[in-house]
């Protein structure tokens, strides 16, 4: 199979985040590609450089000015003389904030402006954040490319991931949506329908955000309940679209230690919806976090559970776009990702 990786990747280095309050070493760190690009090569995967696609797939996805945001985030965050290594908000724009009272505009505090556009505080900017993001939108891009010229499959390395990443939103280690992104492009160079199945622990609320509204776009998820799990307010099985979009959204929330067949068999249910509403290509947003000894999860999915995972998407016969979301635990990530692969073949 075809894996697309750079190594600009590790330019994003955040040394901590913040949770329940919390400063905490960062899970998402550059250590997580570099041990599936490791057990890839040792498969004999061929790996490729990406292309560069430029700015305008990410103008189809995202509000511009987010974009002009992370593009200038850092440089006027030194300088305004902080020598902190990180940028994280201390003040988000809440949805009840301005309630009644219309729009805020952007502040020109740099302090202000990450709260602005970042809706968690697990999601810092540092030095490389930037250059690293739109990396990954182009190892994603490269990956749907190589699917467009004739793959049944192609992989993306893609690191941060970027599922929870919206319109106009981002957090959850996530800058740019880098499925939603592969999705949209493949749709304007007439892939058909396009679907895109999330398979991360985690909702991707950014996507399903991206396409509520969208008829182009089909949007499958299983995922831990939010009621008991970040993002906590998305992903419940009643979110189905709006306007051009209803129906086109399928959520299953799974409850805690969900393994083996029930995984599988919500996987299958997924995959038939799908293939029912769509003619297209499938990008797969790969998180591997449902693994039973993830340090930020709760299902229970074993390394040899993900070779029948693997095989049961190849099963639908579809071109198939894997790019890389969560996972975190690095003894066993790139292990859990060469079954995945080795399922699709």
């Known amino acids: ?14 040394p901590v985040e913040v949770i329940g309050g919390q400063p905490i070493p960062a899970w998402e760190v550059p250590r997580r590609a570099e041990v599936i690009l490791a057990a ?5 995967h061929e790996i490729r450089l990406p292309g560069d696609f430029g700015e305008s797939p990410i103008l189809a996805v995202h509000d511009a000015a987010m974009l002009r945001y992370l593009e200038s985030a850092w440089r006027e965050w030194r300088a305004g003389g902080t020598g902190q290594a990180s940028i994280i908000p201390d003040t988000l724009l809440h949805g009840r904030y301005r309630d009644g009272m219309g729009e805020s505009p952007e502040p020109e505090s740099p302090c202000g402006r990450i709260g602005y556009w970042c809706f968690d505080t697990a999601t810092p900017i540092v030095a490389g ?23 049944s499959a192609a992989y993306g390395l893609c690191r941060p991931p970027g599922h929870h990443a919206a319109r106009s939103m981002f ?3 996530c800058y740019f949506n880098n499925a939603a992104i592969a999705a949209q ?34 949007y499958a998820s299983l ?13 419940y099985a009643s979110e189905t679209g ?54 930020i999860g709760d299902l229970a999915l074993t390394t040899d559970a993900y070779r029948d995972c693997g095989r049961l998407v190849a099963a639908t016969g579809r071109p198939l776009v894997l790019l890389q979301e969560g996972g975190y635990h690095l003894p066993s990530l790139g292990a859990n990702v060469r079954e995945w692969l080795g399922g699709v073949g």
Do not use: K
Request: glycine share 12%; with cysteine; proline share 4%.
């Open 1 to 14: 199979m075809q894996v697309f990786s750079s190594e600009v990747h590790r330019q994003h280095d955040p």
């Open 40 to 44: 890839l090569e040792e498969a004999g």
């Open 129 to 151: 954040t930037h250059e690293a993001a739109r990396e990954a939108v182009n190892v994603g891009l490269s990956a749907a490319e190589a699917v467009l010229a004739g793959a």
């Open 171 to 173: 957090g959850g280690y």
């Open 185 to 218: 492009w493949l749709v304007s160079q007439g892939a058909g329908g396009v679907g895109v199945l999330d398979v991360d622990f985690h909702h991707g609320n950014g996507t399903q955000q991206i396409f509520y509204d969208c008829a182009d776009v089909a």
């Open 223 to 235: 995922h831990a309940d939010p009621a008991r799990m970040y993002p906590y307010f998305t992903g």
């Open 242 to 295: 709006t306007a051009a979009g209803v129906g086109a959204t399928f959520n299953q929330p799974l409850a805690a230690g969900t393994a083996g067949a029930a995984y599988l068999a919500a996987l299958e249910r997924a995959l038939d919806w799908l293939l029912d509403r769509t003619d297209g290509p499938i990008v797969v947003s790969l998180g591997l976090d449902t693994f039973e000894h993830d340090p």
